[in-house]
């Protein structure tokens, strides 16, 4: 059975990520990163189907799975989001950012953040399930609202 230093782990991986989060972002605020993770790995997380959102918390450091799972409904999900608009007015929401401009920065730097520690299959499969004009911004580019 795994001790307290699973914990102690799990939260230096978490001050690392946000860390990194922070510095994609252009900022030192942990804080506001992890607004920003919360908020895009929501968003991710109600769009997925039960089995691959599962697939990706697995590879995330034990307390980000539990922000992950924080709140979610499972027999309320796959939400759709077709459009890129949809899923930044929600990003913006949940985050408190300024628009849609903050969001698409925020799903970028996540995604960035993702890339170097979930493995490329997981974030391959992941990002399939969205609509093709969503997976750029997931995938890291930049992507005009509207």
Do not use: C, K, N
Not at 13 to 34: C, K, N, P
């Amino acid at each position: 059975m795994p001790g307290p230093q699973v914990i102690d782990r799990s939260a230096q991986q978490t001050h690392a990520w946000l860390r990194e989060l922070a510095a994609e972002l252009g900022h030192r605020d942990q804080r506001a990163a992890y607004r920003v993770l919360r908020a895009v790995l929501h968003t991710i997380r109600d769009h997925l189907p039960v089995d691959e959102s599962a697939q990706l918390a697995a590879q995330l450091p034990t307390l980000l799975r539990g922000v992950y799972y924080e709140g979610w409904r499972p027999s309320a999900t796959p939400a759709t989001y077709r459009d890129v608009d949809t899923m930044l007015a929600r990003i913006t929401e949940e985050a408190g950012l300024a628009g849609e401009t903050e969001a698409s920065l925020a799903v970028t730097s996540v995604a960035a953040v993702l890339r170097r520690h979930v493995s490329r299959g997981e974030l391959d499969d992941v990002i399939a399930v969205f609509p093709a004009a969503i997976r750029p911004l997931l995938a890291g580019e930049v992507v005009e609202a509207g």
